[in-house]
């Protein structure tokens, strides 16, 4: 590994020699900006560390967290430069699930029950969707406490990555039964944007275009 580099939030960056400067230029640096200061100081410390792999694992990222911080690593060996960025995020957004204040935790299951009472059927990624489809299955999955916790950590941490990317630059939303519509997934981006606001310059939604003056008469 090279010697750490400062990111945003004074979190710090190391990488394997091999691993290209524009990697770190045009996603890991840009990322780590757009992380709410909010959101930042709820997680502490960080530091990453881009390695080739694991070994034989076709595991993508490692994360854990302790008394001085979260430590992450992410796998960048045949793999796009954002698809490392979307995983950075994720890990971020599994660490942040475990910082939340009670009242927080509680605001986000009310939105989970409220989405499932109103029957809607999709979620945010693949994980989560596994996760719901598994708790929803039956009434004996349904009291299972484990199944619960699982899908509500996969469901946030997605939430949460996403939010991060709205802010990176702009997504589009894709629609189909086994993703989240819109208006749900309007409504959990606008809980964490309540928690962790923009930093400067950043937004949640494109702006609107400024809207032209009607013409006058002569």
Same mark, same amino acid.
């Given at each position: 590994?090279?010697?750490?580099?400062?990111? +945003?939030? =004074?979190?710090?960056?190391?990488?394997?020699?091999?691993?290209?400067?524009?990697?770190?230029?045009? %996603?890991?640096?840009?990322? +780590?900006? *757009?992380?709410?200061?909010?959101?930042?100081?709820?997680?502490?410390?960080?530091?990453?560390?881009?390695?080739? =792999? %694991?070994?034989?694992?076709?595991?993508? /990222?490692?994360?854990?967290?302790?008394?001085?911080?979260?430590?992450?690593?992410?796998? /960048?060996? &045949?793999?796009?430069?954002?698809?490392?960025?979307?995983?950075?995020?994720?890990? !971020?957004?599994?660490? !942040?699930?475990?910082?939340?204040?009670?009242?927080?935790?509680?605001?986000?299951?009310? !939105?989970?029950?409220?989405?499932?009472?109103?029957?809607?059927?999709?979620?945010? &990624? &693949?994980?989560?969707?596994?996760?719901?489809?598994?708790?929803?299955?039956?009434?004996?999955?349904?009291?299972? *406490?484990?199944?619960?916790?699982?899908? =509500?950590? +996969?469901? %946030?941490?997605?939430?949460?990555?996403?939010?991060?990317?709205?802010?990176?630059?702009?997504?589009?939303?894709?629609?189909?039964?086994?993703?989240?519509? +819109?208006?749900?997934?309007?409504?959990?981006?606008?809980?964490?944007?309540?928690?962790?606001?923009?930093?400067?310059?950043?937004?949640?939604?494109?702006?609107?275009?400024?809207?032209?003056?009607?013409?006058?008469?002569?």
């Amino acid at each position: 590994m090279n010697s750490p580099r400062r990111l +945003a939030h =004074g979190w710090q960056l190391s990488a394997a020699p091999d691993i290209p400067q524009a990697l770190v230029r045009e %996603f890991i640096r840009p990322v +780590a900006r *757009a992380v709410p200061r909010k959101m930042a100081r709820q997680l502490g410390a960080c530091r990453v560390s881009l390695v080739a =792999g %694991f070994g034989r694992s076709d595991t993508a /990222s490692q994360w854990t967290a302790s008394s001085s911080g979260v430590e992450i690593s992410i796998a /960048s060996r &045949d793999r796009s430069g954002h698809e490392i960025a979307m995983e950075l995020l994720l890990c !971020l957004g599994e660490a !942040l699930w475990e910082t939340l204040a009670p009242g927080q935790v509680k605001a986000y299951w009310q !939105l989970l029950d409220a989405e499932v009472q109103a029957g809607v059927d999709g979620e945010i &990624d &693949d994980e989560a969707l596994a996760g719901k489809t598994t708790l929803l299955r039956d009434r004996s999955s349904a009291r299972s *406490a484990r199944r619960l916790q699982q899908y =509500g950590r +996969a469901s %946030f941490s997605a939430t949460a990555a996403e939010y991060v990317h709205c802010l990176w630059h702009d997504v589009e939303v894709v629609s189909g039964r086994e993703h989240l519509p +819109a208006l749900p997934l309007q409504r959990r981006l606008e809980l964490l944007s309540r928690w962790f606001p923009p930093n400067p310059g950043y937004r949640l939604y494109p702006a609107k275009p400024a809207r032209l003056p009607a013409p006058g008469r002569s």
